[in-house]
């Protein structure tokens, strides 16, 4: 039983955490004890240059890799690698080879540089035939390798026997080296000793936990990691008493045991709290590189389902598991940084290091004006679309939140007047008593997809379940493509003569003058703002499968193409990918919630409506006509009961019906339409009446746990 499981610790380490951190990672550190000083040299210029590892030197690498596993328990390597199903995927070999009939701990540097998984089952959007398997996992020197249970991790990208991209690591890499290169040009302009930019990513990620044996009494929740139906309890998180309030025992105890393991893997976990609804919690690192910070966000995804196991718990990362409460994001906090360790999204009062900052935000806010509904379509999955657009996540129509201060000095540039701008809004006295208050430069906005939070921009909108590499290699391709326009036009107004100050600010003014549709500081849970929106030209997303659809524009295509991110033949397997993947979800949801209602609520319902109609029965038998009034309330529950009964089978039915028909089309797209329409329809019908059932039915008969029960510990 839930209630038995007392708090546990099993991956306790007493040291201080900086004694242990990173030990279970084979770092660049630790490669320059085991590696010579030109295997080291090769190694070391791939992880800080993105050169490429010199396969010579592949075997030296190799045999360090192993010596320092072996040393460390491990007896398997595995190639990590992240297909297109959004998850991670890992083939384990052993480290054994057999000479002259005896067993050796083998490791090679052919097996370091690659595998060869079998490509056929895993999504690829037509990029592969199911009889054709072969397909290459590749070694990617940029992330570090790492030890999980006993196992030695390769982090790797996957790709097909032509060398499509079969994964979301391929296309992020590539974003990245565009953004660098593009970006780099920018910051040349303010600094011509800047070599390169990488972009820094921070990944918040929220998450549920509920107790493993009310779990598997949940076959929604084991299926389809989220409960198709359900009725909300009395209380749940209206009085916002979890929100930040002391942490379950049961839950921290869980958190200190994932967090000693991720400190260990080189993971920079530095916060945990509740979250706003119960059961809900919330880790997020420093922000790091943009690649490991998204390799990182996946193992820690790992290790969270493999601790939450000890302690009879599960961990639920589905967006909306629970209806009628918050759902959960994954808050990827995006910036770039040149390699001088300039922070170029950190607004300053120096006006030569501001006027970069502008430089560099009008460009990103180009960007994303432009491929506004693409970047928002990156993040709406089957999962997502249940949680965007209440009042708890962003609304799925793009804006920019720049905040009060910021706001007032774009407008004075549009104006041609830029005035001084202060990064700091100046103190704030609270008490006398109480130290003054340092003020930011703006203000925070949650209704905001993409909010600026003072150095940084905050993508809300990504679903916690998600690759934060299916958003991210979008922006960094947004924010590529605008930097490449801002530094041509930069250049032209050079060419006619204007200083640098000038031709800089100009480019700012007219960058600025282009996303202004997309600029927005009010609320956007509001109607009012939907109703902006739509005069300035922002499209919302309102049905998943018909969003996708932006991935085949010519805007999508030459932006992925020219800069050599994605070439048509990958974004159209992707756009079917996506279709592929809604499809087959929410099929596994409708088959759910039918099996659910069927053999679960009706039996429930049925048999507690023959208790009532047996007490009526009886009633009558001993009082008589005295039994309609003194039996009114049972009567009435009868009769809601059959109606709701009724009902239910009906819309069941005709859920199979639409599946079917659904199901007939060959189209992929027009089957996710339909899923997407007739389907979710008939959905939410059936769980309208099975919630309602929920409240008829006698507590002792109900046979699925209830919100009341897995809700709180």
């Known amino acids: ?113 690659q595998q060869e998984p079998d490509a056929s089952s895993f999504p690829s959007g037509g990029l592969r035939n199911t009889f054709e398997a072969r397909g290459y996992s590749a070694w990617d020197p940029t992330s570090p390798v790492f030890i999980l249970d006993g196992t030695l991790c390769i982090p790797s990208v996957f790709v097909s026997y032509n060398g499509d991209a079969l994964d979301m690591k391929v296309p992020h890499l590539r974003s990245l080296e565009a953004l660098s290169k593009a970006a780099t040009e920018v910051a040349r302009i303010f600094d ?171 460009s990103v806010a180009k960007g994303v004006m432009d491929h506004n509904f693409l970047i928002m379509t990156s993040v709406c999955d089957l999962g997502n679309s249940y949680r965007l657009g209440g009042n708890e996540a962003p609304v799925p129509i793009m804006s920019i939140y720049s905040g009060s201060a910021l706001t007032a000095l774009f407008k004075d540039i549009i104006n041609s007047n830029p005035n001084h701008f202060n990064s700091k809004a100046g103190f704030m006295k609270i008490a006398e008593e109480l130290p003054e208050i ?101 499209e919302g997303v309102t049905n998943v499968p018909e969003a996708y659809k932006v991935y085949l524009t010519k805007s999508t295509e030459d932006l992925f193409g020219n800069l050599g991110v994605l070439s048509k033949r990958e974004i159209e397997a992707r756009y079917e990918v996506l279709n592929e993947q809604y499809v087959k979800k929410l099929q596994i949801e409708a088959r759910v919630l039918g099996d659910i209602c069927l053999n679960h609520v009706i039996p429930s319902a049925v048999e507690y409506q023959n208790i009532l109609l047996k007490n009526i029965k009886e009633t009558k038998a001993v009082f008589g006509d005295e039994y309609k009034e003194m039996c009114k309330s049972s009567i009435e529950t009868v009769s809601k009961i059959s109606a709701f009964i009724n009902s239910l089978q009906a819309y069941v039915a005709e859920l199979v019906e639409r599946r079917k028909k659904a199901n007939a089309v060959e189209n992929l797209p027009e089957k996710a339409r339909l899923y997407s329409t007739g389907v979710k329809e008939m959905m939410d019908k059936a769980r309208y009446c099975a919630d309602h059932l929920e409240m008829l039915v006698d507590d002792e008969l109900w046979p699925l746990p209830k919100y009341r029960e897995m809700l709180f510990f």
């Open 192 to 362: 011509p000793e800047v070599n390169s930019v990488h972009v820094n990513i921070g990944l918040e990620q929220e998450y549920f936990l509920v107790d493993e044996s009310l779990y598997n009494a949940r076959p929604d929740l084991k299926l389809c990691e989220r409960t198709v139906i359900g009725h909300t309890a009395a209380k749940d998180q209206q009085l916002a008493d979890h929100y930040f309030g002391a942490i379950p025992s049961r839950a921290e105890a869980f958190m200190k045991d994932f967090e000693t393991v991720a400190y260990k893997l080189g993971i920079r976990l530095i916060t945990r709290h509740n979250e706003v609804a119960p059961n809900q919690f919330e880790c997020a690192p420093v922000y790091t590189d943009a690649s490991r910070a998204i390799d990182n966000n996946m193992t820690l995804m790992i290790i969270m389902q493999k601790v939450a196991g000890k302690h009879h718990l599960r961990v639920l990362f589905s967006e909306k598991p629970f209806d009628g409460i918050n759902g959960s994001g994954k808050h990827c906090n995006w910036s770039m940084q040149s390699d001088k360790g300039v922070n170029l999204l950190k607004p300053s009062t120096d006006p030569e290091k501001n006027l970069q900052f502008l430089a560099f935000y009008s």
């Open 1 to 113: 039983m839930a209630a038995n499981h007392q708090p546990e610790r099993f991956f306790e380490d007493k040291r201080p955490i900086s004694a242990y951190f990173g030990e279970d990672v084979f770092d660049l550190d630790k490669m320059s004890r085991y590696l010579s000083p030109s295997a080291y040299a090769s190694v070391k210029d791939s992880v800080q240059n993105g050169k490429p590892v010199d396969r010579k030197v592949a075997g030296e690498i190799a045999e360090a890799m192993k010596t320092w596993a072996l040393s460390k328990g491990a007896t398997h390597f595995t190639h990590l690698f992240q297909p297109l199903t959004g998850n991670t995927a890992e083939k384990h070999d052993a480290f054994l080879d057999f000479r002259d009939g005896r067993p050796v701990e083998a490791f090679s540097g052919e097996a370091l540089v």
């Open 438 to 538: 340092e003020l930011d430069n703006t203000d925070r906005n949650r209704t905001s997809p993409f909010a600026f939070t003072g150095n940084r921009f905050e993508f809300r909108a990504l679903g916690s379940s998600a690759n934060g590499a299916s958003a991210s290699y979008v922006i960094n391709s947004a924010a590529a493509e605008s930097l490449k326009e801002f530094k041509a036009e930069y250049d032209k107004k050079i060419a006619e003569g204007k200083d640098k100050k000038q031709a800089v600010l100009e480019t700012v003014k007219d960058f600025l003058i282009a996303a202004s549709p997309v600029m927005f500081d009010g609320n956007g849970y509001s109607k009012e703002w939907a109703e902006e929106a739509k005069k300035r030209g922002l």
